[in-house]
């Protein structure tokens, strides 16, 4: 990312100077330097500007990072693409809201697939090394799976009111066709809105000890690139508000106004014996415990994404300098953000006693199988994903709870 890079620059070059005089800059060209013709991107042609592609840096966050991003990858890929399996085989899990999380996870799954190899090493490299093509799809995956991720979360929250709102609403259409066109069209915007990150990012040239030079790959052409910062400003205050604040406040608002409907309908519901009191205590832990779960997915995003926000425009807004705590802070945001795609899993594992049960089914081989398609009565997916009809010593009382509402 360009302010990764940028202040990468900014840190390792105050650093460097002041060691300077006990390094041997001559050595490293012998051994290791690439001496090549580079046209900066001001227009001016040096002959020779040596230039070390695979330069290590020396600092404890060119380990850590790509330690951690290799936990990501693996975590990751394993996660999510066992959750795309276990929705695509059992037609049992086919329903609205978890067609919703498979899409979500197919945006994960493409961007730690192609992106977290290409971004692991940021910090551990000088310079860019996998040229201009890879740097333009970098940023373009980054921005795409963030668009893909948010307006999920959105419509899953809308879908998540929708269904506490109107419970006879998987009545009215075929809601999995519907589902289906909502995330296509997810994926259409957040394609739309990542496509100026598609254009714009470029590898360029900069100077950094003269006549040594680093290659970095930045969200923007250097002629966009001012003195008073404007374009970088106006692009991540944009970012800030379409890709986090916006789509926070809507999703808060929608789980505002679900948990007051849960809670009111809780309390409004009559009590007929001892039968009707089990019914009633059963069907509020479970909307309850649904409440519970799809408002995880969203503190997860907004914890994992907020410290890369702050950083961000802390960086173009705030002339103060550049220091330590910074530093450590923007390495915090940037390892998050990815985390961010592989620990959605996690979350369902933990608190779905179906997804755990199909989890430990394809991925703990020597637990003993049991029969998936049937849901256990305890199961909050079995608890939401049909109508509970309950018979009371005087009459028989219904608790519609739709289809579509089966999430976890």
Known sequence: MSEDSVTQVTSSSSSSS????????????????????????????????????????????????????????IIGL?????????????????????????????????????????????????????????????????????GVTVFTLTALSVDRYLAIMDPMAKHKGKTQTKTAAVSLSIWMLAFLLALPDAVLSTESTRLHHPPYHIRICSNFPDWLVTADQLVPRIYYMARFVVFFAVPVVVIAGFYLMMAQTLVRSGEQMPCEGKIGGLNQQRQIAARKKVARIVLSLVVIFVVCWLPRHVYLLWFFFDDAYYNEFWHYFKILGFCLTYINSCVNPFALYFLSSQFRKFYNHYLLCCLRKVMYSRMEPSSTMHNLNSALWRASPTNTSSVHTPQHQSTF
């Open 78 to 146: 394993v996660g999510n693409g066992t959750l795309i399996f276990i929705v695509a085989v059992n037609k049992v899990m086919r329903n609205m809201p978890n067609i919703l999380i498979v899409s979500l996870s197919m945006g994960d799954f493409l961007l730690i697939l192609i992106s977290v190899p290409l971004t692991s090493t940021v910090y551990t490299f000088s310079n860019w090394p996998y040229g201009q093509l890879a740097c333009q799809v970098n940023h373009f995956l980054q921005t795409w799976s963030l």
């Open 18 to 73: 002041s060691s300077s005089s006990s390094s041997s800059p001559s050595s490293l060209a012998t051994q290791r330097m690439q001496i090549t013709n580079v046209t900066l991107s001001n227009g001016s042609n040096e002959s020779q500007l040596y230039v070390d592609t695979w330069a290590i840096e020396p600092y404890h966050e060119a380990i850590a990072v790509p330690a951690v991003f290799g936990l990501i990858f």
